[in-house]
Nanobody, 129 residues
């Protein structure tokens, strides 16, 4: 079955950096757009970044542009999120998912029906001094 395992979160001071990883399985990773989302308690899940199957095209939420970088390693079925210049408002539970119902550059935002129903446990990022 489809599985996402996120890791790399932690506690970091404002201005610091973290690199998140997501190992995916249960589908042909190299065929699909990959995404990172984040969620804080009481709020809807927010799309943070997307990357096409070949890694050539990326998109970011305005709130993270210029600070976050999404990348992927198809040979390892893994997608990454490099987060620099972290702010307190970046504190959230971060998840990845794949766009199963789209090929090429995806729409923004991505309808959740385009994603897999299963989500990983996420990785917690806390930015605090």
């Amino acid at each position: 079955q489809v599985q996402f395992v996120e890791s790399g979160g932690g506690l970091v001071q404002p201005g610091g950096a973290l690199r998140l990883s997501c190992a995916a399985s249960g589908f042909t990773f190299s065929d699909l757009v990959m995404t990172w989302y984040r969620q804080v308690p009481g709020k809807e899940r927010e799309l943070v970044a997307t990357i096409t199957s070949d890694g050539d095209s990326t998109m970011y939420a305005d709130s993270v542009k210029g600070r976050f970088t999404i990348s992927r390693e198809n040979a390892k079925n893994t997608v990454y999120l490099q987060m620099n210049g972290l702010k307190s408002e970046d504190s959230a539970l971060y998840y990845c998912n794949a766009v199963r119902l789209w090929r090429g550059v995806p729409p923004w935002p991505i309808p959740e029906s385009y994603l897999y129903d299963s989500w990983g446990q996420g990785t917690q990022v806390t930015v605090s001094s």
